[in-house]
Structure formats: structure tokens, C-alpha cells
């Protein structure tokens, strides 16, 4: 199973509409592709809040009115904020059936007020057993932060240096959110609390945007990037059900069995992708995929390892903090980047000899995690 067509638009604050969105990134993808889209059999649409939002919903229709007048299956997937990568994963399990399909997310998520936007992202979570007692996303992952605080001696400042380099590697990127600004670590240190410990720059911003890849079951190009893994694990919604806070069941046990079907272990990977919604989740991520012990993971900040110039670089793009999070898009987004790294075409923040990538993306709390793993094809 390959890669070989990836697009997206930039993140940010857009004026285009969701539709528009949607087929900008389609077109992109297809440009980047040896096939035609008359090739396609299929088409996989990832979106958590065109109703909301938008009011929209039946996504797959709107896809075909974008298309030409193909008539493909077109299937709509939503698992919250890891709508994209879950999309990908089924569409990988249907190239059993069909030789090539694309996957397509978006997200207009700017047009809504601060209320609103609290409100709709919230239904990634639970309702009843946790909102209701005002465990939102920040608060919870607050509680995160500071137990992994507690218990690993960990910092603001650690996270105040995920933030930092987040920024800085968005700077890199032209269709990041952050792209235009540049921001210091005085600005991530005195801005304001969300959630103590975590304020405004640990947490991920309410983008818009679009992405798009293509796969097929046969080899089609010498730049196609293969996929070695491919895994998805489901764990209870609410938080009074999990054991543990500062570790993801779901995320170790969707990275477990990616390992298995990739043959390589954390030490095989050169760059990495991982669900950094709010910058603790960065840390949590490192050890939930093997990657570091269980604590060690402030000590890979700070001694600058995940740096693009560092031993294992995460986050090339800017990461959720930084390049943005149009939810439906954003495990597509982290694709996009992993296969242009494996392809040499990240410009100025290509990671020197990348050879295998690692997606990680999160729904909720933790509710679903995704993993997917690529290795360069020549």
C-alpha cells in the first residue's frame, strides 16, 4: 500500500468556505498524483464539525458535487479530532477491495465565537460523566500537566520549550497557522492562563483548513511513500474510566500493533508526527509511543533532541500548536508532512536522510488514537 498524491491548503483564519476548502485540497492532491481522478474508486471524507459550524452535514454528497461525474462510493468518517488518520485507516482496509481511493478532511471552524467554538469541540469529549463537572479539554489536560508534574518532575518551562519549537518550525512551513508571526519564549512565558499550568501558547489554536491524500494498492511512482503500519485502538470516553492520566491506553496500544506490522521499533523512526493539541500531549505522546521512558520525556525537550537538527525531530511542520488544527484535517495534515519529509521535499525544514515517519492522532481525551507508519520506497 503507497502514498502518491498528498494536498492541502494552508491553516489559519481563511475566508474560502468548507466546500471550497475541500476541493482545493483534492486538486493539490491530485496535481501531486500519478493518477487522474477518473483513476479513483473511492473516496473517504473525514469532518467532526460541519454541522455545528456549518450547519452541513452529508459531507460525502457535497464531495461528489465537487468531483466530475464519477458516481464513486463516498463514505464520511468522524472520530472527533482524529477524524483524518481514522479515515485514512479504513481506506487503507478498502484498497482489499478497490486499487485507489482518496482521503479527503476538512474544517471552517473560524466562523463561530469563543462560546461557540468551547461548546462544539467539547462534544469530542463526554458530556454527562465529565463536562458536567467542568472537565473540558483545558481543564482536563491541566490535570494532566500537573500530575505529570508530580510525578516526573516536569516543568512549565518543558513545556514552554514544546511550544517554542513548535513556533519556530512553523516559521518553516508557508501554509502554517503560525507562519507570519514569529514568537519568543518571553511571549509563551507571560501569556495568559488558560488552565493552570497551562496557558494561552499551550494550547492548539481553531483553524480552518483542508487536506487531502491518495493511496493505492499497487506501487505507481519512484517517490511513492509506502505505508508499514497502520493500527486505531478505541478507549472509554470518559476519564473516570481510565486508570492512569498521564498516558494514553489507546495510543499504546494502536502504536503497539504498528510496530508489529512495520517489523521496526521507536529507534527505527527518523520523524515524527504527534497530536500536540495542548503541549503536554507532546510529552505524553513521546512515551506512549515507546519513543522514552515513562518521565524521560522532558529530558528529550531539553536537551533538544526532538529539534528538526535533533536525534529524533517531531513536529517538522509546527505541529498541532503551531501549523494549526482544522480538526478534520489535521491527521491528514501530519501525513502530508511525514510523506513530503520521506520524499526530500520539505524545503527548509527537511529532515537530513528520512527514511520511516510515524503519525500519531488522538480523538478526545484519548477516546480513539491512530497510528500510521511510512517508509521511503527508494
Excluded at 80 to 104: E, H, P, R, T, W
Excluded at 262 to 290: M, Q, R, Y
Excluded at 342 to 367: C, F, P, S, W, Y
Aim: aromatic share 6%; net charge negative.
Amino acid at each position: 500500500m503507497y502514498v502518491n498524491g498528498i494536498g492541502r491548503t494552508k491553516f489559519g483564519a481563511l475566508s474560502e468556505s468548507l466546500p471550497e476548502l475541500i476541493y482545493q485540497a483534492m486538486c493539490n492532491a491530485i496535481w501531486d498524483s500519478p493518477i487522474s481522478i477518473e483513476d479513483l474508486d473511492a473516496v473517504y471524507v473525514s469532518n467532526f464539525l460541519g454541522g455545528p459550524y456549518e450547519k452541513q452535514l452529508h459531507l460525502n454528497s457535497v464531495v461528489s458535487s465537487l468531483l466530475p461525474d464519477l458516481r464513486l462510493p463516498i463514505i464520511r468518517i468522524e472520530t472527533a479530532c482524529a477524524s483524518g488518520s481514522s479515515a485514512l485507516y479504513q481506506a487503507l482496509i478498502s484498497l482489499s477491495k478497490f486499487d485507489n481511493i482518496m482521503v479527503v478532511g476538512g474544517e471552517k471552524m473560524t466562523n463561530g465565537t469563543s462560546e461557540e467554538s468551547t461548546l462544539n469541540v467539547a462534544m469530542a469529549g463526554d458530556r454527562l460523566a465529565d463536562q458536567k463537572q467542568g472537565l473540558i479539554f483545558p481543564a482536563h489536560y491541566a490535570l494532566v500537566a500537573q500530575q505529570h508534574m508530580q510525578k516526573y518532575g516536569t516543568t512549565h518551562e518543558d513545556l514552554e520549550l514544546v511550544s517554542f519549537k513548535n513556533h519556530k518550525n512553523s516559521r518553516l512551513n508557508p501554509l502554517a497557522h503560525f507562519n507570519y508571526k514569529e514568537i519568543t519564549l518571553d511571549m509563551i512565558k507571560n501569556a495568559a492562563v488558560i488552565a493552570s499550568p497551562l496557558n494561552l501558547f499551550d494550547c492548539s489554536p481553531i483553524s480552518d483548513g483542508a487536506a487531502a491524500v491518495i493511496i493505492s494498492k499497487e506501487k505507481k511512482a519512484e517517490r511513492d511513500v509506502k505505508v508499514i503500519g497502520s493500527s486505531l485502538a478505541t478507549d472509554h470516553i470518559s476519564l473516570a474510566h481510565r486508570k492512569e492520566h498521564t498516558t494514553l491506553e489507546a495510543a499504546k496500544i494502536a502504536c503497539a500493533e504498528a510496530y508489529k506490522q512495520s517489523g521496526i521499533t521507536p529507534k527505527d523512526l527518523d520523524v515524527v508526527e504527534v497530536h500536540d493539541c495542548f503541549t503536554i500531549n507532546e510529552l505524553i505522546a513521546l512515551e506512549d509511543l515507546g519513543i522514552c521512558e515513562p518521565g524521560e520525556s522532558k529530558d528529550w525537550i531539553r536537551e533538544g533532541k526532538t529539534d528538526i537538527n535533533g536525534e529524533l525531530p517531531v513536529n517538522t511542520d509546527g505541529g498541532l500548536k503551531a501549523d494549526g488544527h482544522a480538526i478534520g484535517a489535521t491527521g491528514l495534515a501530519q501525513v502530508c508532512e511525514i510523506v513530503s519529509q520521506l520524499r526530500g521535499e520539505a524545503d527548509k525544514r527537511q529532515v537530513e536522510g528520512a527514511k520511516i515517519g510515524l503519525t500519531h492522532n488522538i480523538g478526545g481525551v484519548g477516546g480513539t488514537a491512530v497510528v500510521h507508519i511510512f517508509e521511503r520506497s527508494n
